[in-house]
């Protein structure tokens, strides 16, 4: 059966979390599955990464240590870009190999919005996936081209969010 591509976009609220309930799904039918999460290493691993690693058996999490310029400012983004790249090649090196039934790709979509990561790699990967393997991209600004080449696209619209109405903080357990 022909893996589909899955996209979760937006600037609301719940793209990783929709696509960890997606992987959540896979594991308990034996799927395997690949959860790789990019531009997110400098802080608190998330809720979903903490419980991958403690409950889900037949998940591999790869969080990479590049963390997105909104949360370190002084980080210099051709480093940044070096890194999300190599990244993105060893992720793609272990898809290409066929031993997974799905791949998450979290924040990936940001990668190539903001130029960390040419939209014609992620394509290249889109084009070359196994056939059978169900392939998910997260973050906002999902390009265009990669859109069109999705079977699923669901955008996450904000309607309201307490850190703009509140001032609130990222709270542990639900924003990550």
Same mark, same amino acid.
């Given at each position: 059966? +022909? #893996? $589909?591509?899955?996209?979760?976009?937006? /600037?609301g609220?719940?793209?990783?979390?929709a696509?960890? @309930? !997606?992987?959540?799904? %896979?594991?308990?039918?034996?799927?395997?599955?690949?959860?790789?999460?990019?531009?997110?290493? @400098? @802080?608190? &691993?998330?809720? &979903?990464?903490l419980? @991958?690693?403690?409950?889900?058996?037949?998940?591999?999490? $790869? +969080?990479?240590? =590049?963390?997105?310029?909104?949360?370190?400012? %002084?980080? /210099?983004? #051709?480093?940044?870009?070096?890194?999300?790249?190599?990244d993105?090649?060893?992720?793609?090196?272990?898809?290409?190999q066929? /031993?997974?039934? $799905? %791949?998450? !790709?979290?924040?990936?979509?940001?990668? %190539?919005?903001?130029?960390?990561?040419?939209?014609?790699?992620?394509?290249?990967?889109? &084009?070359?996936?196994?056939?059978?393997?169900?392939?998910?991209?997260?973050? +906002?600004?999902?390009d265009?081209?990669?859109?069109?080449?999705?079977?699923?696209?669901?955008?996450?619209?904000?309607?309201?969010?307490?850190? &703009?109405?509140?001032?609130a903080?990222?709270? =542990?357990?639900?924003?990550?």
């Amino acid at each position: 059966m +022909r #893996g $589909m591509i899955h996209v979760y976009t937006g /600037d609301g609220k719940g793209k990783t979390t929709a696509a960890f @309930g !997606l992987a959540a799904r %896979a594991l308990g039918h034996r799927k395997r599955v690949l959860f790789a999460q990019f531009l997110k290493g @400098g @802080g608190a &691993e998330s809720g &979903e990464i903490l419980t @991958g690693k403690r409950q889900l058996l037949g998940m591999e999490v $790869m +969080r990479f240590q =590049e963390v997105h310029p909104i949360f370190d400012p %002084a980080s /210099d983004p #051709g480093a940044l870009a070096e890194t999300v790249q190599k990244d993105f090649a060893q992720v793609q090196r272990l898809i290409l190999q066929g /031993d997974f039934d $799905m %791949a998450v !790709l979290d924040e990936i979509n940001n990668c %190539a919005a903001q130029g960390f990561l040419s939209v014609d790699s992620l394509l290249g990967l889109i &084009e070359n996936k196994p056939e059978g393997l169900e392939l998910v991209l997260t973050g +906002r600004g999902a390009d265009p081209r990669v859109i069109a080449k999705a079977d699923y696209v669901t955008e996450m619209k904000k309607v309201k969010h307490p850190a &703009e109405t509140l001032g609130a903080p990222a709270r =542990e357990g639900i924003e990550y």
